[in-house]
């Protein structure tokens, strides 16, 4: 560190870089994300869909998971019933 401060070297001002996207080979255009709200699961179910096919690519939770909820949820009232 110099003894003087006015001696120091000044920070050099950098442009920010530019960034440019570029499509990959084979590059598909960007996924569609729709939401639903299943009131007897109080689950948020988002979908994700190509907008040019309409297939479905992806749901979170999946099918599985709704389906282990819905039976877990029946189990617990099904026990409920039983103690009351």
Known sequence: MPANPQDAPKPVKQEPRRTELIPAIGAR???????????????????????????????????KVLNLIAALMDLANKHLDEIA
């Open 29 to 63: 255009p960007p996924l569609t994300a729709s939401f639903a709200y299943d009131k007897n699961l109080k689950q948020v179910i988002v979908t994700l869909q190509r907008p040019d096919t309409g297939a479905v690519v992806a749901q979170f939770p999946p099918d």
